[in-house]
């Protein structure tokens, strides 16, 4: 059985930072690429950032781009998420998930590609 389990997530002023990490477990690790998403309320799950399975490939979501890095530790089965310059319009639930590639373009920000999901951790940003 499959499991995706988030944390990390909390309450941070603006300006400042949080890491987030992911743990997979029931799967090779390594066979898949492997993605962040959010979800604020009221508005679409939107792709933050995507990292292919030897880390050749990571790609992101403009409005984060140079605040945060994705990386992978293929011997842990992690995923972090470094988030750097916090804005409050990075509240949302983030969800973490795996997909067989990571390809470029709109292709890895869209959440049909993906197989299987993580509950989320919440991120608040206070201004």
């Known amino acids: 059985q499959v499991q995706v389990v988030e944390s990390g997530g909390g309450l941070v002023q603006a300006g400042g930072s949080l890491r987030l990490s992911c743990t997979a477990s029931g799967l090779t690790f390594d066979d898949y690429a492997m993605g962040w998403f959010r979800q604020a309320p009221g508005k679409e799950r939107e792709g933050v950032s995507c990292?292919?399975?030897?880390?050749?490939?990571?790609y992101y979501v403009d409005s984060v781009k140079g605040r945060f890095s994705i990386s992978r530790d293929n011997a842990k089965n992690t995923l972090p998420l470094q988030m750097n310059s916090l804005k409050p319009e990075d509240t949302a639930m983030y969800y973490c998930a795996a997909a067989g590639y990571c390809f470029g373009g709109n292709w890895w920000a869209d959440h049909k590609h993906y197989n299987y999901w993580g509950q989320g951790t919440q991120v608040t940003v206070s201004s």
């Open positions: 990292i292919s399975w030897n880390s050749g490939s990571k």
